[in-house]
């Protein structure tokens, strides 16, 4: 199998790391499907695309269980099997333990935990079926080295990571792969504007992550190989 006999979907891709993904799969002539909760932001990364380019947008709030379903409904229908499922979907919330608000808790949970179950739960019966699939979960330097007023962020990479660590194991036997990918500083719109303005020349970006993805998911193409954790930092270290 080759890059170009995918079907990926990417959530939260109408930006950064999720939508730098999607350019390199379709200029690799994979069929890309990219989902965010805007339906505007889509159309408008959709813009960004040659036209010869097999991309498709089906907007999602990937912590909605409903929602996630009929998403992928609507992909089998198109006629679509996916066997590339890229958990990019989160969202960034900080600052100290003591007064983090309890409503940012819960989103936290609900998109970076919640939704990387729930879109794994969807695309693995079709996975089994056909004997392959990769699942990747783009989760976050934190979960190797502690940032301060960073806990709840790190706390649902954490339980990703563990969540994924033991999914790989049951998949292992039916040629599912499971891929986790710990991206460094990257400059993408979850950082404030002064952080990237101090920062940004140090700061990696968003196409330089997704050709390392895209490189080591080429390399698990191959049969008995398995690239199963990425670290990627900036070359100067974290900020």
């Known amino acids: 199998m080759e890059i170009k006999d995918l079907n990926v ?14 350019r390199s799969f379709a200029n690799r002539n994979a069929t890309v499907i990219i989902s965010s909760r805007s339906k505007e932001k889509l159309v408008e ?6 036209n010869d380019k097999r991309v498709f947008i089906f907007p999602c ?9 009929a998403v992928y409904d609507r992909i089998l229908l198109s006629g679509l ?20 608000p309890l409503e940012k808790f819960d989103e936290s949970f609900a998109t970076n935990v919640r939704g990387v179950f729930l879109c794994t739960k ?16 783009i989760l976050s330097v934190v979960v190797i080295k502690t940032f301060p007023n960073a806990s709840v962020y790190s706390a649902t990479k954490s339980a990703v990571l563990a969540m994924s660590k033991s999914l790989r194991e ?11 990918v710990y991206p460094g ?13 101090k920062y940004g020349e140090r700061m990696m970006k968003p196409d330089e992550i997704a050709e390392a993805i895209l490189c080591n998911i080429e390399a698990s193409l191959r ?17």
């Open 81 to 100: 099997k996916i066997n590339l499922l890229i958990n990019n979907a989160g969202c960034y919330h900080s600052g100290p333990f003591l007064n983090f």
């Open 122 to 137: 969807a695309v693995l019966p079709e996975m089994v079926k056909a004997g392959f699939g990769i699942i990747v979960n």
């Open 170 to 180: 049951e998949l292992r036997e039916k040629n599912i792969k499971v891929i986790n």
């Open 9 to 22: 979907w990417i959530t939260g891709a109408s930006s950064g790391i999720g939508l730098a993904l999607a």
């Open 223 to 239: 049969n008995g190989v398995m690239v199963e954790e990425l670290v990627i930092r900036p070359q100067y270290g974290d900020l």
């Open 61 to 69: 709030d990937v912590s909605n269980p409903e929602q996630v379903k």
């Open 185 to 197: 500083a990257t400059a993408t719109n979850i950082w404030n504007r002064h952080i990237v303005e």
């Open 45 to 50: 990364a959709l813009k960004t695309f040659d």
